[in-house]
């Protein structure tokens, strides 16, 4: 075993800390580096965008064109295909199920082969509800054929090896489930495309003559959800609150938590229970700290409350309102300073404990004010704290969400999180949501790098 | 202490102009310690009133919740009934439930995997030690919960979604970049010379971190653990995306905020305010390990 503290001296590689650290390199890998990949794919890549067409009614014929999802088009023809063994329903799926019957045909002779379901009444069933036996539909319209086809195969275009007469008693050997394939055409570009299509892709519509691509069965990158982000009404209001709220904290914020650091680490007799105090924040969820100033500013809340106590109005005003936008925005801005500024203050009281007393003390002999101390030893010696914290709490920012919501009702105020919620929550529309988080994404990777280089700064400071 | 005897021993023979530096110097450091108890009183209220505002209106009775203008305790009757309301309200029990498990099952998850990896940053100087540190910070610096979406929908597949075991996976996730750096800092805080002593004495080095290392970084282990509970039972975004029918606390009270009154509001707010007063004050010894280690 080596040691941090006695290194280098083996050549062979210790393959121990490779074992140590590889659950949870795979976890990250699993539910960081992966998701985050299907994010972006989902954000850039439209599922099931085309629909191929067929030459025949076969999933293993040519591709005699394509159509994009959506659009409608007119149904030429109709064949039932086998579902291959193995593959269950799907949805949207439209199938016919026949049965392979054994029964006397017009001619008296016995014949064994297939006919559709609606032609056959079933009589009997055995126990698990499989039918056995049956009869014959009669045919009651005019124009109809009074007989039933009975097939080699259970499919229509196979051959007609006989018919049967209304109310023939037929035993019921076997059923088989079709799918239906559609002959569709549609306009794509100038010109008119024609094939054969499964009905899962497909919504008939009453009359079997229309319908319209439901879906597609080839993907294609597209640009499609980022410009329909972008030009999302929500998008452009969501991120300027986004950035404004992160411009209105973030220094706040650092004043807040450079006074709080400085009164924990001036070691008066009960700091402990300041420190307590400051850090309750830290364990606070975001949706509690909203309730919390909810509290404070809705209508019937402890500000107006307060302000009538003293006669300062005489009845209550409307904080939390679309006309009332800067409150909201004073509302969330106090209520994330209350919850977030916690998290500066540890990271700033951790960096000042490793500032040397010696040359606070030194500072102090040779008269330096507290202004001056702060201004001129402290902060300098904080720099790299204070840089991680800044990064940190950016990033952070980019995350709010449940103190907006409640605020705002997610409506009149909005910010760049709430719209990834709204997305797939409220649209259900995963890939819009998925731009949204590939945005907050990039925001943060952008801010990240300045996280990493100000770590690696400090490393170097450090040492 | 001795300084400050011997001062007063040398003031004694001081002649009067040193003295009255002397008191000046004295009057000024007790003004500074009086101004720093003053900002630090002030910055306390700043954090407790609204505590207590939304104390007030979780444990009086909900006609009191309704008055206009709200009063605060202790001059409105004391009730649970404002409480009981919540905690009957449909959905509410269950997500507790809820909460407590996922809760529990992520911290134990994300101690189980990162301890390893925390053990093996603080011991062991291997090629790719910095690159993996960096990694832990870089992930550290995502902003995770986005991730959610994708995730939702890969669960969608596979058919675990809208369950609290995978939501417990996605908040491992969330919560093991911190828990990997503050247990790599718990296991650097006891010497390494202890586990060498324990193996000259003949134990394995396993048999030395079981019963020499084990003992003494379980407060710290315990300190990250209350604090990946307090992640987990404080996460919205994740648990909203991904559960529908089995809710957690947040996620259900999230939901159902828009149509629900003040009352289960504000007790909402408060109940889940609880276990943050409670356990905040257990580990905050250990704060500075955890958040100071991110800027480390």
Redesign the interface.
Known sequence: ?????A??SRKK??W??????L???L??AL??GW??V??LI?AIREEGAVLGLRSEADRNSTIAGSLPRGMQVSILNRQGNPIPQGETLQGGQLTEIWYKVRGQDIEGQLIEGWTPERRIRVRESDENGVPVAGTVRSILSATADPLTRIYFQADESSEVIGQMEARTAVEILDQATLELWFLISGDSGNQTVEGWVPSRYLNIFEDETQGRIEEGDTSQFTTRYLERMVNDRFFWPALRTTLLLIVLIVPAQFV?AI??A??IQ?D?KG??????????????????V???????F?Q???L???L??LGLINS?NIYLSADTRYWILIAIWLAEL?RATA?VM??V???M?AISREVLEAAEVFGAT?WQRVRYIILPLLR??LQ??L??RT??A??V??VV??MS?GDIMTVL?NE??RQ??DQRN?NL??A??SF??LL??I??FF??RA?RT?EEV?E | MTTALDVQTKMAEASPEVKAIHRRMLRRQRL??AL??L??IL??L???I??W??AS?ALTTPAEV???????LPFIPLSTETMRFFLNSRGILPGLRNSITVALITLVLSI???A??G???????????DA?R??I???R???????S??????FLRVGIYDNVYSLA??H??LA??TT?LVLSSVFSSIP?ELE?AAMVFGCS?AQAFRYVVLPLVMPGIAASAI?TF?LS?????AA??LTIQNRTL?AQ??VT??QSS?PY??A???F??I???I???FI?RY??N???????
């Open positions: 075993m080596t040691s941090a503290s290194p280098k590689i210790n121990a800390p490779y074992l140590l650290i659950p949870s390199l976890y990250l539910f960081f998701p985050m299907q994010g989902l807040l006074i709080m400085l009164v001036a008066l700091s402990g229970i300041f420190l307590y105090v400051f850090a309750i924040a830290l364990g606070v969820s975001d949706l509690a909203g309730i919390l100033w909810y509290s404070i809705t019937s809340g402890y107006n409350s307060i009538q106590g209550p209350w998290i540890v990271i009281v951790a960096g404990q507290l790299p704290s991680v914290a990064i940190l990033i952070l980019f995350q969400f449940a919501i409640v009702g999180a990834t919620y797939y929550y995963n949501a998925a949204y988080a907050i994404l943060s990777l801010t990240a996280y990493l770590v400090q450090a | 500074g310690r720093v108890y900002v630090g910055i306390s700043w954090v407790l609204p505590i505002f939304i209106m309704r008055a206009y203008p709200k009063g605060i189980l995997i990162a390893p990896a053990y093996a940053l603080s011991r062991f100087l291997f090629r790719g030690r993996f960096l990694a910070l870089a992930v610096a995502f902003p995770i919960v986005v991730l979406i994708p995730l939702a929908v890969v996976l996605m491992t996730a093991l970049p990997i390494y060498e080095p604090f307090v039972w404080n996460e919205v975004f909203t995306i947040p009270v999230l905020l828009n003040e509001q504000f909402g707010g408060f889940m305010m276990p943050a007063l356990f905040i004050f905050r704060l500075f955890m958040w100071g280690q991110i800027s480390k």
